[in-house]
């Protein structure tokens, strides 16, 4: 553990935020499984899970989550498994 008080406040900030992170991470990665189940059992509302995961990739990215290309490369592959 750290002495010093700003080594202090720093420890509880960086923990503070590793679980926002891991919340919305595991919130963009439950969207993105939601519409593939519901794609695979062919659900009526896959197209609203689609927009919901999308949506959830985008968030992600802007947080500084996932890099620019992995978020592109997952609204691929989402957009092409709705397209079959």
Known sequence: MPII?????????????????????STYRTAVKKFEKAQLNGSDDAKELYINAIS?????KSKGLIKANKAARDKSRLTARLAK
């Open 56 to 60: 959830a990739i985008d968030r992600a």
């Open 5 to 25: 008080k700003s080594a202090i406040e720093r420890v509880k900030t960086n923990e503070k935020a590793q679980k926002r992170n891991a919340a919305q991470l």
